[in-house]
């Protein structure tokens, strides 16, 4: 997606993720364990931010959309808490923060939106100058099982219809999805109609692409971008990874 795609979709990302709060306490978990500061690749509207600086650690969120981290800049404050977390609008690819990090990770699918191998590499090179010799990175990605990606033919599916608290509109999604086996690559259109109050509709698509991983391919491309994998999970609660886990979750650590 490209960075107005980002923007495009910003004002939207709460009512759609906003409610997604499985995976808040394995980042608390890990938290606990290897502690911070805390740096978030993709940080968007500060979701998973917020309970971490709650809990009191420091954290830093990097974005590239600044409508993203305007609307996380927004929580925060009124949250209290803009002291413990710092909002960087930059490009993982590029990082160069100064300064060194206990965890960092990339949650809730971020890692797929790139695409090609050079922008693996290079957010994983540049995450890894950022950790701790003993911190830890974590990856959130769904199992590539295709019955577990959903519907992949394109096909236009009603998603969800909710209230935006804010504007008190009716917003409807719908969603359409293929998938390119061969290049491991989803092809998504989200479209979310806002019904105003005289019947109006206004319209907003955000087209993008998600590459997914295997995970004996993204072992490799962990350990090639110097990182030892420490554990594979299939859960937010950190099952064993097997064939039919939702979640592909690896923790690894800088090699020595």
Same mark, same amino acid.
């Given at each position: 997606?490209?960075?107005?795609?980002?923007?495009?979709?910003?004002?939207?990302?709460?009512?759609?993720?906003?409610?997604?709060?499985?995976?808040?306490?394995?980042?608390?978990?890990?938290?606990?364990?290897?502690?911070?500061?805390?740096?978030?690749?993709?940080?968007?509207?500060?979701?998973?931010?917020?309970?971490?600086?709650?809990?009191?650690?420091?954290?830093?969120?990097?974005?590239?959309?600044?409508?993203?981290?305007?609307?996380?800049? !927004?929580?925060?404050?009124?949250?209290?808490? #803009?002291? $413990? @977390?710092? /909002?960087?609008?930059?490009?993982?690819?590029? =990082?160069? *923060?100064?300064?060194?990090?206990?965890?960092?990770?990339?949650?809730?699918?971020?890692?797929?939106?790139?695409?090609?191998? !050079?922008?693996?590499?290079?957010?994983?090179? #540049?995450? $890894? @100058?950022? /950790?701790?010799?003993?911190?830890?990175?974590? =990856?959130? *990605?769904?199992?590539?099982?295709?019955?577990?990606?959903?519907?992949?033919?394109?096909?236009?599916?009603?998603?969800?219809? !909710?209230?935006?608290?804010?504007?008190?509109?009716?917003?409807?999604?719908?969603?359409?999805?293929?998938?390119?086996?061969?290049?491991?690559?989803?092809?998504?259109?989200?479209?979310?109609?806002?019904?105003?109050?005289?019947?109006?509709?206004?319209?907003?698509?955000?087209?993008?692409?998600?590459?997914?991983?295997?995970?004996?391919?993204?072992?490799?491309?962990?350990?090639?971008?110097?990182?030892?994998?420490?554990?594979?999970?299939?859960?937010?609660?950190?099952?064993?990874?097997?064939?039919?886990?939702?979640?592909?979750?690896?923790?690894?650590?800088?090699?020595?």
């Amino acid at each position: 997606m490209t960075d107005l795609g980002y923007d495009r979709f910003a004002r939207f990302y709460d009512l759609d993720l906003g409610a997604e709060t499985e995976d808040v306490d394995l980042y608390l978990g890990f938290a606990k364990r290897i502690g911070g500061p805390l740096l978030e690749v993709g940080c968007g509207t500060g979701r998973l931010l917020l309970p971490l600086a709650r809990a009191g650690y420091t954290c830093v969120g990097v974005d590239v959309s600044p409508s993203m981290l305007a609307i996380a800049r !927004r929580k925060l404050d009124a949250a209290g808490l #803009a002291e $413990r @977390a710092t /909002l960087v609008q930059a490009d993982a690819r590029q =990082l160069a *923060l100064g300064e060194s990090f206990g965890i960092a990770f990339v949650g809730l699918n971020s890692f797929m939106h790139f695409v090609d191998d !050079r922008s693996q590499r290079n957010v994983l090179a #540049a995450v $890894r @100058a950022h /950790l701790h010799p003993r911190g830890s990175l974590i =990856l959130d *990605l769904p199992s590539p099982d295709p019955t577990l990606l959903g519907e992949t033919t394109g096909q236009l599916i009603h998603e969800w219809t !909710r209230v935006c608290p804010e504007t008190g509109r009716t917003v409807m999604k719908t969603r359409a999805q293929r998938v390119d086996t061969s290049a491991q690559m989803l092809d998504l259109l989200f479209v979310y109609d806002e019904i105003d109050f005289d019947g109006t509709v206004r319209r907003t698509a955000v087209p993008f692409q998600l590459r997914y991983f295997y995970r004996r391919e993204l072992e490799l491309l962990l350990e090639m971008c110097g990182f030892a994998v420490e554990a594979v999970y299939g859960d937010y609660w950190l099952s064993e990874y097997t064939l039919d886990s939702p979640k592909l979750i690896v923790v690894a650590k800088p090699k020595a």
